[in-house]
């Protein structure tokens, strides 16, 4: 009895230490998206103008134009885990605002085409600050991430204007919702700075890469029922699925709580 009681005795001692030990900090800023394979994702719209976008009957290449970084916002929450906050743990949130564009024009005819989908991604994982430096509470840091991503429904806008013989202008516009939601899990490595600006607002900024949908991808090609690739708005002679890697950077501000 007397054992079990230092035993209970000891584990609240212990679970009340952890407890003091434990700091949070909530950031939010700058979270950015940039597709980084060779994807049909950031391949053009219409890569032939006459394809079936805008002739059904003909075949034609359709691509996401997600190329480059696309803009977004996150938000942060960590839990310092030692006094020294070498060892943290992230839990975040990301929205990704992903927008695509494209025009053609030609002497008698003109093509604009705009593809839009968002992102919410959600994530945690495990951060390890492995450097000080002296100046403002500088801290480096490492982290791996697990990652559950929504990508919602996709938009295609295509406006066509056309010039006939006799010089009459002729506009048509199309919506068209392409592939239906999708949830995929991914991971990603971080590197990452934080820095004190006035106690207690900290600056974070980090950068990452990692693969968007590791796990959940339809691996059936589109002749077969498959998805098709992940951000692209059409299932036209698509193949199975592809991992996407991205990178993501993110400038936060960051509180001590």
Known sequence: MKFLLLGSLLLVSSLASVQAQVRF?????????????D?????????????S???PDQPA???GAFDGNQIGYGIRLYADLDKQKLFRIPFGFDLFMMRGSQSYIAPNFGVLARHSTDLYSFHAGFEYAFVEFPLAFARAYV????RGTMVTNDNLYIRLQTIN???QLTTSERNITGKPDAFRFGSMIRLGLEG???????????VGYGALNLLGRDTRPTTAGGRGELLT??????????VLQHVNFTFMFQVRL
């Not at 909530?26 to 597709?35: A, E, F, P, Q, R």
């Not at 708005?233 to 698509?238: A, G, L």
């Open 196 to 206: 004190e600006i006035y106690y207690p607002v900290f600056l974070n900024t980090s």
């Open 61 to 63: 290449s359709i691509g």
């Open 25 to 37: 900090r909530v950031s939010g800023g700058l979270s950015t998206n940039w597709i980084v394979s």
């Open 53 to 55: 976008v805008l002739e």
């Open 165 to 167: 013989q006799e010089g």
């Open 233 to 242: 708005p059409d299932r036209i002679s698509e193949g199975p699925e592809q």
């Open 39 to 51: 994807n049909p994702a950031v391949q053009r719209i219409v890569a032939n103008t006459e394809g």
């Open 143 to 146: 982290a791996a991430e697990l």
